[in-house]
């Protein structure tokens, strides 16, 4: 009997594990981001709105890492990508919004090198669209790129514009360390 157990478990364990890929590439070849007006001083003068989408020449390669704990963003003229690795953010009032309509909330993000930057990312369920939103610190919202794989904005046909009024800005907190 254990003979056609074993066979069995060992067919149900790689099945499954083809199922939740490790590793997915997605090519996009359209980039919209979203103008923010704002003075030398970085306070904001205006309504923030989209601009019109710009066509990639050879197209901008996300990868995807299981459980979305880290993302390659891989662009022309950076053949390694950037890496960036989810964290967790420490504040007490601001939080991601889990949602922007059809996009969902992948995680919050830090890159190497970008001290002071949150990156926070979400796609599309068919990942045919994802979306950048980069802070300064938690809650004051900076700049949002969306990309895609045609020229259509879901958020823009939508009428929907990414508002930093609309923030609970909160200052960084550095973390205590114990003597």
């Known amino acids: 009997m254990r003979w056609i157990t074993y066979p069995i478990l060992i067919l149900i364990v790689l099945v499954s594990c083809q ?9 996009f070849y359209w980039w919209h981001y979203e ?12 309504v923030s709105n989209w601009d019109v989408p710009h066509k990639l020449p050879s197209g901008d390669t996300f990868v995807l890492y299981k459980n979305y704990d880290s993302i390659r963003m ?9 890496i960036f690795r989810k964290v967790e953010i420490h504040s007490s009032r601001w939080k991601p919004r889990p949602e ?29 669209s994802i979306m950048q939103v980069v802070y300064t610190n938690p809650g004051n919202l900076n700049g949002v790129a969306i990309f895609s794989k045609d020229s259509v904005n879901i ?3 939508k ?17 205590q360390s114990n003597p």
């Open 74 to 82: 891989v662009m022309p003229g950076i053949p390694d990508g950037d």
């Open 35 to 46: 103008n923010i007006p704002r003075d030398s001083t970085g306070k904001l003068i205006g």
């Open 155 to 157: 958020l823009q046909k």
């Open 100 to 128: 922007y309509d059809a996009l969902l909330l992948l995680g919050t993000y830090e890159r190497q090198g970008l001290d002071g930057l949150f990156f926070s990312f979400y796609a599309t369920k068919d990942l045919t």
């Open 19 to 27: 199922s939740q890929p490790s590793v997915q590439n997605k090519f």
């Open 159 to 175: 009428g929907m514009i990414i508002d930093p009024k609309d923030e609970l800005v909160e200052p960084e907190r550095v973390p």
